[in-house]
């Protein structure tokens, strides 16, 4: 078969019949159109928006934590089988507590395959003091290089130099305005029983106003002494290369060691429900107008049909078989779909263009990054073709099916 | 030009119809029986004239014997092929491959240019017109006497420069036979004139065998042979003796 004759003779019919009926080609490709770009639009919009809320709030956290248990009351014997046994425990209050065993949980984590980085960390309360100033902190000890590849915090400083040797502290912005630190000024920092004193080496922006006031991140050994606890770490922070599959990874590991360990999803029900909610009700918008798509695809060339009931003879007269005639409806359906969608994608990137240069936040920043992927736009202009496809299925299916001897007599 | 001659045949049987039966809205209570067991044949290089009233079924067997309608009871045999067990696409193919159409005028494709409505047939088996189809369409074309209308549209032709299109359309890939019905009923005398001067060269020149449905018993005296049609009958078959020579009648 010549390389030209697969579609040939059903693509130039097709191309004719929709060149021929103009304004209603027009009209159904911008239909077309209109539903692609809302569709590449609303994907973009709710990709970037998960993504910005995705990253303020897991930006600074980890995926899976890894805490000792809590300390729990034990009964001081067994009840004898039989008697009733009142009681009235009171919880006990929590202390802080090094992660049992620690340096030798840090290399098995690191060794599983889903895991991308482990940071150990130090944190508890204290106070930030500076002269007449006092600010209750947040306070972290940590391995930077280490944190670095959990939180990214490298990537959050706005002011000095991410570095962590004895005696620095990372802050964040708002604790250094309270304080009236910059870059190189000293403060100290006040535990329960511990004064030490360091210099703040970088500012952080954490993207969270109350993250901003709170943190002070420290060497890990320093937070150590600081918060009494010699060598231990309060809590083994995980970073995964899937993000979704912490809940996963975090069940494995509660079978395997006997800590308390918590994925993000657990940590953050609320806004997982919120960020499914909005993925749901998304698909939904996203179905709801494909099917408009496909319905105004259908419609018009089922008219399409009736309009051309005499040409339909006419070929089948000449000798075009009915598959061949169903395919001149279904490459109509699928050129409708195809062109609406290249003129849809360019539409939703007019429009994210727009919402990009024109909505700003309070500050006059973008609001949040938007971006079409290529394989987001390619995959909408695939499935709309596809659905152009199908919707004219039935509608060739009719053309197919009409008697030329009629088509002709009309 | 090449030119598949179908002389080389004449004489041997082309379409044989034995005791054709049609009847519409079968079972219902207006069901109408239109051909009431009709035997026809035609041989190959023959110039037929159908004519009858209107109602006398005309249509119906022509559309019969184009294979773009079935019979109700009978037998049909093309090149004593049965087709009578084809399916749908079997006899598409038959049609595509023994059969022209020349149909009354607005049967060409209007979204098309002439020369693209005389390659269609060609376009519809392969898939892709070749240099060869598209130098025999301008052929055909020019040999019609449309060599400077091959670009434009059948809205801009005259009723008689379409038909003529239709016949160059019917000739592309030499059917051995071209059927057409009305070809000259909506022209006036002088370009009814002009594609019946057509028909008849190519029907010289190729051999190719036509059964014209006409109501002008002008056209119908100058062909060779004259079936008559009444009330789905056959009422009259006869050869039409002409004083004047047919290369006259040309």
């Known amino acids: ?410 | 030009m090449t030119v598949v001659s179908h002389a080389d045949h004449r004489g041997q049987l082309l379409i044989d119809l034995a005791d054709v039966r049609k009847s519409y809205n079968i079972g219902m209570p207006n069901e109408a029986e239109v051909l009431h067991g009709l035997s026809l044949q035609v041989k190959r290089g023959e110039f037929v004239a159908l004519i009858g009233p209107s109602g006398s079924g005309k249509s119906t067997l022509l559309n019969i014997v184009g294979l773009l309608e079935r019979m109700t009871r009978g037998s049909y045999r093309i090149n004593g092929t049965d087709v009578g067990g084809l399916d749908d696409k079997g006899l598409t193919l038959m049609r595509r491959d023994t059969l022209g159409f020349v149909f009354q005028f607005h049967h060409l494709l209007p979204a098309f240019t002439a020369l693209e409505n005389v390659t269609m047939p060609g376009l519809i088996r392969e898939g892709y017109v070749s240099r060869q189809q598209r130098e025999r369409a301008r052929e055909l074309l020019a040999a019609v006497g449309l060599a400077d209308a091959m670009g434009k549209r059948p809205s801009e032709l005259s009723g008689g420069m379409q038909q003529r299109v239709a016949i160059a359309r019917a000739l592309v890939f030499d059917p051995p036979l071209v059927l057409a019905d009305e070809p000259t009923g909506n022209l006036d005398t002088a370009s009814s004139d002009e594609v019946f001067v057509e028909l008849r060269r190519m029907h010289k020149e190729r051999g190719t065998s036509f059964i014209i449905v006409t109501h002008d018993p002008r056209l119908a005296a100058r062909c060779d042979r004259l079936v008559e049609l009444v009330d789905g009958q056959i009422a009259r078959d006869e050869p039409i003796a002409r004083e004047e020579s047919p290369a006259a009648a040309d």
């Open chain 1, 1 to 410: 078969m010549h390389w030209r004759a697969w579609l040939g003779f059903e693509t130039r019919v097709a191309v004719r019949f929709l060149r021929e009926g103009r304004l209603q080609t027009a009209l159904i490709m911008v239909g077309v159109a209109a539903g692609v770009a809302v569709i590449a639009y609303i994907s973009a919009l709710v990709t970037g928006l998960q993504q910005n809320t995705f990253d303020k709030t897991l930006g600074g956290q980890a995926h899976v934590t890894v805490q000792a248990l809590d300390d729990v009351v034990a009964p001081a014997r067994a009840p004898v089988p039989g008697t009733l046994v009142l009681s009235n425990v009171q919880s006990k209050a929590q202390r802080l507590r090094s992660v049992a065993d620690w340096q030798s949980l840090l290399p098995l984590l690191e060794r599983m395959p889903a895991v991308a980085a482990v940071s150990p960390i130090v944190s508890g309360g204290g106070l930030a003091v500076r002269g007449e100033a006092t600010q209750s902190i947040a306070l972290s000890g940590v391995d930077l290089d280490r944190y670095d590849r959990v939180v990214r915090l490298r990537e959050k400083v706005v002011a000095g130099a991410a570095r962590l040797e004895p005696g620095d502290a990372i802050i964040g912005t708002e604790l250094a305005s309270d304080l009236g630190l910059r870059p190189g000024d000293r403060f100290a920092i006040l535990t329960g029983n511990v004064n030490e004193t360091v210099r703040v080496a970088a500012l952080v922006d954490l993207g969270v106003r109350e993250l901003n006031r709170r943190t002070v991140i420290v060497p890990l050994r320093l937070a150590q002494s600081l918060l009494g606890l010699p060598g231990g770490a309060t809590s083994l922070d995980l970073t995964l290369k899937d993000v979704w599959g912490a809940k996963d990874v975090a069940l494995a590991l509660r079978g395997q060691f006997p800590y308390r360990i918590e994925s993000w999803q657990e940590t953050n029900a609320q806004l997982v429900s919120a960020l499914n909610a909005q993925s749901v009700s998304t698909g939904l918008i996203r179905l709801i107008v494909l099917l408009v798509v496909v319905l105004g695809i259908a419609s018009v060339l089922v008219v399409s049909v009736v309009q051309k009931r005499r040409e339909i003879g006419i070929l089948r007269a000449m000798g075009a078989t009915q598959g061949q005639m169903v395919r001149v409806f279904l490459v109509q359906g699928g050129i409708v779909g195809a062109v609406g969608s290249v003129l849809g994608l360019g539409l939703a990137l007019l429009m994210i263009f727009l919402f990009t240069a024109f909505v700003r936040g309070a500050d006059g920043q973008p609001l949040f990054a938007i971006v079409l992927p290529l394989a987001l736009g390619l995959q909408v202009a695939l499935i709309a073709s596809a659905c152009g496809v199908l919707a004219a299925i039935a509608p060739a299916r009719r053309a197919a099916a009409m008697d030329p001897a009629q088509a002709i007599r009309i």
